[in-house]
């Protein structure tokens, strides 16, 4: 199998990564050089890869194409590219419809689906969502991970609103420890014992026998404790609202592309 990345990326770096740790049947990797460093650096480390020398040689080489380009210039480099009959086709261009992809890619080809891979699949963590269920894409994602396929594009646009949530999580992390900075305690040993704290309470949501989120809430707080405190004033200031109507405008934002 030979796979190419048009968009050499945060996004393709960790998937390169993953791909070429977990997979070591891949015949050749191919990346697209607009970004010289990323590609570089994955060529030097990754025997199976190598930098194309357009997006054009990236499809050309490849029996599997990942479209990996932010989506306010995607049109502009998918429309102008050759694709063959026989490509597998997987975008992880965010918000982009699976009609509209069709539409640039102007041709049939063997499969086209949409993924929403997280940095974490370069250490064979996390999810993978792919729409519609998509062979090639779950043999691919599946080691890096978990691949969670969909059938439905409702739920696949939901999860992948979920998604967003991840700058907001450390967000919240950079607010506790600058408030115990404020407090007399050095940030970097605020960072560490938050770090130790949600990564303890990650493994807890992987291990508890709790079937809801509300359920681990009730676990973690001591009625009339300090968790519970906490809470009940996020929730009195409007954060549970706020981070709806996040959700919200993610999810209107991704349904007008």
């Not at 069709?102 to 974490?120: E, S």
């Not at 963590?125 to 894409?137: E, K, Q, Y």
């Not at 919240?172 to 605020?190: C, H, I, K, S």
Request: glycine share 10%; proline share 6%; with cysteine.
């Amino acid at each position: 199998m030979r796979l190419g990345f048009v968009g050499t990326g945060i996004i393709t770096d960790a998937i390169v990564t993953g791909l070429a740790t977990a997979r070591p049947d891949i015949g050749e990797i191919l990346v697209s050089p607009r970004n010289a460093e990323t590609a570089a650096r994955l060529a030097a480390r990754f025997p199976v890869v190598r930098v194309a020398a357009d997006n054009q040689a990236v499809l050309d080489g490849a029996d599997v194409v990942f479209l990996a380009i932010r989506p306010q210039i995607a049109e502009a480099v998918i429309r102008p590219l050759a694709f063959r009959p026989d490509h597998h086709v997987i975008s992880v261009v965010a918000t982009v419809q699976i009609e509209t992809l069709a539409d640039w890619i102007g041709g049939p080809v063997a499969g086209l689906c949409r993924a929403v891979p997280l940095p974490f699949v370069a250490s064979l963590s996390g999810p993978t969502l792919i729409f519609p269920p998509d062979r090639v894409a779950a043999g691919l994602f599946a080691p890096l991970g978990t691949a969670i396929e969909t059938d439905d594009i409702a739920p696949f646009d939901r999860l992948a609103t979920a998604s967003a949530l991840m700058g907001t999580y450390f967000g919240v992390l950079e607010t506790a420890a600058r408030w115990l900075e404020g407090n007399g305690v050095p940030y970097d040993q605020g960072k560490a014992y938050l770090t130790g704290l949600y990564s303890g309470l990650a493994h807890a949501m992987q291990t508890s026998p709790a079937e809801t989120f509300e359920e681990l809430r009730h676990e973690f707080s001591t009625r009339g404790g300090l968790n519970e405190q906490v809470f009940r004033v996020f929730v009195a200031h409007g954060g549970k609202t706020a981070l709806e109507d996040g959700l919200d405008a993610v999810l209107a934002r991704s349904m007008r592309s």
